[in-house]
């Protein structure tokens, strides 16, 4: 079946500029995640989604980090007035059953974010 | 904070070896345990899980986790070149609906 998926899967962007970047996780993965990971580094949590409702977004690195999943599907992350250290591979992840201790994450293919 | 640490490497191991791969972690909270791969350019793909003390194996790989020590690791038997890769160490609460703590990931790299 279908994985994960993600796009674009490279983005260069000019320092100042928006930019928005979608996944599409498996179909029924209830769960979504973002990570970001930034070169030679694991990646970190950005935010979680349950459905539609976004539970945890602790880890938004600024107020111009925004990510919504509005019918509990795909989910678009946005990145307001692009920085130099937005630059980093974002990874979108979706689990199907949040509840079980051993349910894991399926990452996506990530999108290559070079902010110049 | 929740840390998880692992040694950045790299670990050159001779093909047909066994590799080790250590991991440790500050939450004594965790429950569930991850060793995922990632190729150079590519997204993590899971290896293994476990959440009970003791070994789990799986084919040439072996994962190991003591939960008094918080230290986990996995055990790669007869070292392949297309093992090469890096290896992140990834930990969670008691259920999926938590997100995973990584390690910065061990970069192995296997000799022919």
């Known amino acids: 079946g279908a994985g994960v998926s993600q796009s674009p899967r490279y983005k260069v962007a000019k320092r100042g500029q928006d930019v928005a970047l979608r996944c599409d996780p498996i179909?029924?993965?209830?769960?979504l995640f973002w990570y970001q990971q930034a070169l030679g580094q694991g990646p970190e949590f950005l935010t979680y989604?349950?459905?539609?409702?976004?539970?945890?977004k602790s880890g938004l690195p600024s107020d111009r980090f925004f990510a919504e999943r509005p019918e509990g599907s795909v989910s678009t992350l946005k990145i307001q007035r692009t920085q130099q250290e937005d630059s980093a591979v974002y990874l979108c992840a979706s689990t199907l059953n949040q509840w079980l201790k051993r349910e894991t994450q399926y990452f996506g293919p990530g999108t290559r974010l070079l902010v110049l | 904070q929740k840390e998880v640490e692992q040694n950045s490497g790299p670990l050159s191991v001779p093909e047909g070896a066994i590799a080790s791969l250590n991991c440790t972690y500050s939450?004594?909270?965790?429950?569930?345990f991850f060793w995922y791969r990632q190729y150079s350019g590519k997204s993590p793909e899971l290896i293994m899980f476990i959440y009970s003390n003791g070994d789990k194996e799986d084919g040439r790989f072996t994962a190991q986790l003591n939960k008094a020590s918080q230290y986990v690791s996995l055990l790669i038997r007869d070292s392949q070149p297309s093992d090469s890769a890096t290896y992140l160490c990834?930990?969670?609460?008691?259920?999926?609906?938590?997100?995973?703590?990584f390690g910065k990931g061990t970069r192995l790299s296997v000799i022919a």
């Open positions: 179909s029924g993965h209830v769960s």
């Open positions: 990834a930990v969670r609460g008691p259920s999926g609906n938590t997100p995973l703590v």
């Open positions: 939450d004594r909270g965790s429950q569930s």
């Open positions: 989604f349950q459905n539609e409702a976004q539970l945890d």
